[in-house]
């Protein structure tokens, strides 16, 4: 009875660790380190009048941005022909002349879906549309933010990295400005605004530059992956809200110089770069209707009549590929990379990554790239594991000195704990050596796990091109769509693949080879352990199954081999089971005879 009674728990506590997960390690590994001060701001006010000419209060609402009500079409918003061009190797699109925007950007090396003819993905779309997301450049004059609907001159056709553009307009005051935009290879964009007053009167003016986002397209926020606001303030990686929190905090106002402000996604990315000038607001807002701003706005300068002032901006909208990141980070941008979330095993991480795109490089597919890196990582714990074998065959062979230790200072704990440490010493044992294995796995297999998911190298890419078409995802070959036959998905645990029966399988297999003697709770529980596991590990990425399933077949060739070189394990092991089943059997008979 007490052995069910502890099985029961046993089972309970797994049903708990499973559903409990999440919450465990959004408590345990947190979003962001750091928390910088924000500010609560009324919902009412997010929209409210300017204030006084040149104050902060105009330039921290940028009066003038609510937009005209109801939706617009894609296609028709991008059938203008107030439009410039955006073509790069990397990114397609079009500033609209109305207002300044970059509203419209494509990313040529990633398809929306694993299917070829799905399209590119779209970044930022048009102001009202469904994905409306896009990246807005102009001036405050005097207190007065120009009109979001000015419209301006181009003297290109097309921008692309061997040929800027620049934007021109003249207000009625006299005071003319432009915007210059220069684009690299990749996606990077430098906005060069200048402002040249031939008006008769002196003018404040302040350069500015705003990201403006829906969020009903953005990405899931989750423990291991922040979705939402993010930027760098006085050399802090600051992500502390996704987009639920901040519309219920208003706005954001880290405190520091911004080296860089901006929305993430899982793979997608955008952030406005500031220049040398002296900043006035920078942070993030909410706006209601679930759309988010990220704000830049430079300090007020007075521009005397026949002056001028110039104010320079980098906007980076494009794909979060870590070598192009790090490449704008060692150019000065103060942790770019971070725009990743790779977290605390950041160090381990990256040179997996290292590892597996040089891998896939020489074999052409990353499936086998993750099996040759388990190989390797294998081959490279096969001497730990030699020692872990070694370190049990010496405790088999003090269990008898041990056992005659605690029974002599059965009534004496603390000197028969002296006592065994006495002779793990003189025999040389250490009775940890076999958990090292474990625990070195433990930062491997996350480490894996994060590649899997925030890496983009591994998005939409194949194992079997008829079977696993995308490593990121889980197994799409479930029991219940029977295995890919019917045309649909299973969500969640539910999703019992082909992985993760194997996954199952294997370390049942591991479980039953392992010489270890067990009391039958222990036995029962371990029994359960795969099959729980298999529930567990069915939603994760396929390419994270794969390695583990690669991982316990090479465990159990491994452990093949070593009960081999070690036989005294597995007899002993052997005669421990058939002394606790004598035992078992002479307990459960005595039980027999009580209840008789």
Known sequence: MDNQRNLLLAVALSGLLILGWDLIMRTVYPEASITAPTEQVDPAARTSAAGAPGTSTVAADLAGDAAPAGPVDLSAALADPNRVVIDTPSVAGSINLVGARIDDLVLKHYRQTVEKDSGPVRLFAPERTEGQYFAEFGFIADGERMSP???????????????????????????????RFAIDDDYMITASQTADNGSGNATIIQPFA??????????????????GPIGVFDGTLHDPNNYEELAEIGRDAPQGRAAWLGFTDRYWHSALVPGEGDTDTVGFRSLGNQLFRSDLIYDAQTVPAGGSLSQSTRLFAGAKDSVILNRYEDSGITYFGKAISWGWFEWFEKPMLWLLRTLNGLIGNFGLAIIALTFIIRGLMFPIAQKQFASMAQMKAV?????????????????QQQEIMKLY???????????LPLIIQIPIFFALYKVLMLAIEMRHEPFISFWIRDLSAPDPWTILNLFGLLPFEVPGFLGIGVLAVLLGITMWLTFKLNPSAMDPVQQQIFNFMPWILMFVMAPFAAGLLIYWVTSNLLTLAQQTYLY???????????????????????EDADKAKGGA
Not at 408 to 414: G, S
Not at 425 to 435: F, M, Q, R, S
């Open 149 to 179: 609907t000015a419209q301006w001159q181009a003297d290109g056709a097309r921008l692309t990295p061997q040929s800027p553009v620049t934007l021109t307009r003249t207000d009625e005051n006299g005071v003319s400005y432009a915007i």
């Open 210 to 227: 705003f990201i403006k986002r829906t969020s009903q397209n953005a990405t899931q926020d989750q423990f291991i992956i922040h979705s």
């Open 564 to 586: 081999s070189k070690h036989p005294q394990l597995r007899a002993a092991a052997e005669k421990e089971k058939a002394e606790m089943a004598k035992k078992k059997a002479r």
């Open 399 to 415: 269990q008898p000195k041990m056992k005659a230790i605690q029974e002599r200072f059965k009534d004496d704990k603390q000197k």
């Open 425 to 435: 010493k003189d025999e040389k044992v250490n009775p940890l050596a076999g958990c």
